[in-house]
């Protein structure tokens, strides 16, 4: 047994990737669901419109956070602000009950801001108004979820997930095959173009991609009613884009990736912060703004966003084009140092990186193999 | 090595090639010429640096220095050290792939595979996954893929190790095939008697050119004597000894030895070149062999 133990410890030692991420993968974990993983929302971006705007936003306490108070607009533009994620409370005045509306597709901070208008209500109906005015309770409606569903809102988060798992890992595994089969070398001195190699390696990648994200979305749908409310085009647009940054990663992981296992572990350690942390199911405000700049970092966390305001609240693409520009932006960088990545370990060059062919060292042993063949 | 015999003078090959990995130097200053219609061998120990020169060759590593003259990608087949196959697609996808990617029309690819696989026994296992070949099979498929082209030079890093005496047969067969079909053809071998058959022969040691030129010329130029010895002879001369067929060879730098003079064959040419090396490399006092 002792044999196996030491062996085993050596062969560990060596490989410095899975130890890495057996030390810090529990650390990672440990802050990311210290500091990030919770439910509770502590601020709801908040907008009163209508005559009486100004003492609704006056009466409204902690956790809402009032944006934006505008006595001369009505409900359309609340609604407006609602559907374009400015904000996820309205209030809306003027009518003989004020009305309260609520943004379903964010389910913990809707069902945080319908717990907190109910014990405001009841506490304001115990005094607190301005003489001459009595306490009429609004009347709450909420938008686009109206029975704050778990699964109107995870599917279309869902879909990204699908979309990273295929783009990021599956992709990893194509790329990194090559290598360990040996048939890497055989693509380099081929007549093609290594732009050519590399779309070849991708396409097929991203055809089964685009069809995953058909089903899920289709069976989402179909099966379990989630709404698609939005435009089509402007939801393809966001995948597509949320595609060409996954599959560039996976590239990328597979191109500094000696073997399969590797290229798994990689893609694991880029896959798993982006469950986590991209508003999936954790709500973006709750995350500490010490870990939140990460989310920002993440192409699932745009795509989320893109996602679910097509399919729930019909988000056209003018209030979307920031979430599309980031992944645009980050689709290029991904994908600029994927193909370059790509190019140098297609590309004959002497000094390859990790080129140490075993056969390619020369050896002090002179003795040729022939003496065997004798 | 030799100059060049085909028409026109078309030779493929090096010339004072230095490739380096880090500070170790793989290929020190090699020459080399592949003929058309020629059979090349490049051999050598572990670590001599053939597999460096073919992959030069092939183009699929760039030399620090030197020139290497090569026909265009298209013109080139190569099988890589490994048999360069995909494991997971059936010996019909494998050569499919190698003719697109080739250009190779496809009536022609397909009139071409049926003949080379009937003629290397693969044509039985044609649906069969590559991954599931036995090594001498996978080694043909290899070959056949880089051959299937017409290539003008084909490179192939050892072909034939560890494969049984009837594939190696067939391998030899493909091998023929290639070059009476005009190809130059350079491999990689561990067997000397297989580059016995080769018209030039390449002998490296440590990235270093020991001897170069057909097979009678390597042997006609062997230094010194050898000599058949029943039991390795003691002392200095036992450093200068190697077993052979049974019994010892001892190589005598100087005209004469104490045994029966042998006719040197390559095997035993290759081997005391190596040999000098060392020993003016290592000085005496440490057995060698």
């Known amino acids: 047994m002792w044999a196996m133990i030491v062996k085993e410890f050596r062969q560990l030692r060596r490989d410095r990737r899975t130890l890495a991420m057996m030390i810090v993968m529990p650390v990672v974990l440990l802050i990311v669901f210290g500091y990030a993983a919770s439910f509770d929302v502590t601020t709801i971006p908040t907008v009163a419109t209508g005559p009486q705007a100004g003492l ?8 809402f956070d009032v944006v934006s108070t505008q006595s001369s607009q009505g409900k359309a533009w609340a609604e407006q602000q609602l559907r374009d994620g400015h904000a996820a409370v309205a209030v809306v005045t003027g009518n003989a009950r004020p009305q309260v509306l609520v943004d379903g597709s964010q389910l913990f901070t809707a069902k945080t801001a319908i717990a907190a208008l109910s014990a405001a209500a009841s506490r304001q109906a ?24 778990t699964s109107d809102i995870m599917i279309p988060g869902l879909a990204g997930v699908v979309l990273v798992f295929v783009g990021t890992i599956i992709t990893s595994l194509g790329v990194v095959r090559e290598r360990q089969s040996g048939t890497l070398e055989q693509l380099a001195v081929m007549p093609l173009k290594p732009r050519d190699v590399f779309l070849g390696k991708i396409v097929p990648y991203f055809a089964v991609a685009a069809l995953d994200l058909a089903i899920v979305v289709g069976v989402g749908v179909s099966l379990f009613g989630v709404p698609f409310r939005g435009s089509l085009a402007v939801f393809a647009l966001g995948a597509l884009l949320f595609l060409f940054v996954t599959l560039g990663i996976g590239v990328l992981i597979s191109s500094v990736s000696e073997n399969q296992g590797q290229a798994i572990q990689l893609s694991f350690m880029v896959t798993l912060p982006q469950v986590l942390l991209s508003g999936l199911i954790f709500p973006l405000s709750s995350i500490a703004a010490g870990v939140r700049w990460i989310s920002y970092l993440l192409p699932l966390t745009y795509f989320n966003q893109i996602s679910r305001g097509v399919m729930l609240r019909a988000e056209p693409i003018g209030p979307l084009w920031q979430p599309l520009t980031f992944l645009a932006l980050l689709g290029a960088v991904v994908f600029t140092l994927a193909s370059l990545r790509f190019r140098a ?7 390859r990186r990790g080129g140490g062919h075993p056969r390619s060292v020369p050896s002090t042993a002179g003795a040729p193999a022939a003496g065997s063949a004798g | 090595m030799t100059t060049p015999q085909a028409a026109g003078g078309g030779w493929w090959g090096t010339e004072e090639v230095c490739v380096r990995f880090g500070a170790a130097l793989a290929l020190d200053h090699v020459s080399f010429r592949a003929e058309p219609g020629r059979v090349s061998a490049v051999v050598g120990g572990d670590g001599a640096g053939r597999t460096t020169l073919l992959r030069c060759l092939a183009g699929a590593l760039a030399p620090a220095s030197g020139l290497v003259r090569r026909p265009a990608p298209l013109a080139t087949g190569y099988l890589s050290a490994g048999s360069g196959t ?34 290397a026994g693969l044509d039985r296992v044609r649906n069969r ?27 192939l890093d050892e072909p034939t190790t560890g494969v049984d005496p009837v594939s190696r047969s067939d391998l030899w067969w493909l091998i023929a095939r290639a070059a009476a079909g005009g190809a130059a053809v350079v491999l990689a071998t561990s067997y000397l008697d297989e580059a016995e058959r080769a018209h030039g022969v390449l002998v490296l040691d440590a990235g270093i050119e020991l001897a170069s030129g057909t ?16 039991e390795r002879p003691v002392g200095e001369a036992g450093r200068r000894a190697w077993r052979r067929a ?3 060879r001892v190589w005598h730098p100087g005209p004469n030895g104490n045994g029966a003079a042998v006719r040197p064959d390559l095997q035993d040419a290759v081997t005391v070149a190596i040999l000098a090396r060392e020993l003016a490399r290592v000085p005496a006092g440490q057995e060698a062999r």
């Open chain 1, 56 to 63: 609704a936003a006056r009466l409204l306490g902690k956790p």
């Open chain 1, 126 to 149: 115990g005094g607190g108004l301005p003489a001459g005015r009595a306490f009429i309770a609004p009347t709450v409606t909420v938008l686009y979820n109206p029975g704050l569903g």
């Open chain 2, 246 to 248: 049974g019994g010892w």
């Open chain 2, 129 to 155: 996954l590559a991954g599931q070949l036995s090594g001498g099979m996978r080694q043909k498929l290899g070959v056949i893929a880089a051959m299937l082209h017409r290539p003008d030079l084909l490179v």
């Open chain 2, 215 to 230: 097979p009678g010329h390597i042997v006609a130029a062997m230094p010194g004597t050898l000599t058949a010895a029943g």
């Open chain 2, 86 to 119: 995909y494991p997971d697609l059936t010996v019909d996808e494998n050569l499919a792939f190698r003719a697109t990617a080739y250009r190779v029309p496809a009536g022609t690819a397909r009139e071409r595979s049926a003949e080379l696989l009937a003629r």
């Open chain 1, 345 to 351: 370990f297609l590309a004959p060059a002497a000094h």
